[in-house]
């Protein structure tokens, strides 16, 4: 995961590029066993083309979390079958799950940044295939500059706002160039300036470089950006639709109720 350095030791697995970014199929999902056992995903089918960005939506407790962390191999899946850039997850062992999430690019609310390092150094240290140091802080300062941290890469998170501590995960999240990023709520720290940057610039990877974004969002603010929007309900996907069909079903009035039951 973008929150430790990844261990060279670590094989990366390749990513079948003809195949979607994420294609699952009849995917359950249960926390607990015997009594206290509890399913929280119901038959998932799910195809994420290369190139999309997609938003995930959907009221608190739904599985919106539990369905991002199974597409980014940091939970075993237990029935079903999801398919990561061409890659099975489906009874694959940890070490190759290690391999699987070494192409992806996470943006989780805990950004879980090293206190001792800078910004810049924060960044740094998820530059991988890039040994020569110059080209690595090269690397890290341009990402920090187009999230609009021009300024702040010699700081420490101490020092640093919580939604510039955002930034600096997103910028270590994306500095490898993953071709999947899977992000939940990455807008939720910041000001509405901010936020929009950080779409805008997701958009551009996503349609300048083919990658593929997958966006939990209670942000109403920031839907506009999306190929398309799934909402999750009760652990079922209630629906899956182009923004346009959605705008145009969606009566804005109700929206908040409908999706963003806190
Ligand atoms: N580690 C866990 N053990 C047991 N139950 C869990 C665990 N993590 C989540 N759950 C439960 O699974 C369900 C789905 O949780 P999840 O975090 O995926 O929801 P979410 O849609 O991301 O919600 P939110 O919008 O509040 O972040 C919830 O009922 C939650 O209580
Ligand atoms: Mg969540």
Redesign the pocket.
Known sequence: MAASPASSATETSPDNSAAPAVQIRHLNYF??TGE?R?Q??FDINLDLPRGQIVIMT????????????LIGALRTVHAGSLQVLGQELMGLSSRKLVGVRRNIGFIFQAHNLFESLTAAQNVEMAVELQPQFHAKRTQATEILGQLGLDNRVDYKPESLSGGQKQRVAIARALVNQPPLILA??PTAALDKKSGRDVVTLMQKLAKEDNRTILM?T?DNRILDVADRIIN?VD?YIESDETLDTFNTTHDPKNLDQQMFI?
């Open positions: 926390f607990g206290l509890k929280v995903l959907g009221p608190s407790g739904s599985g919106k979390t539990t369905l991002l962390t939940d709520e939990v209670h999750l652990g806190l």
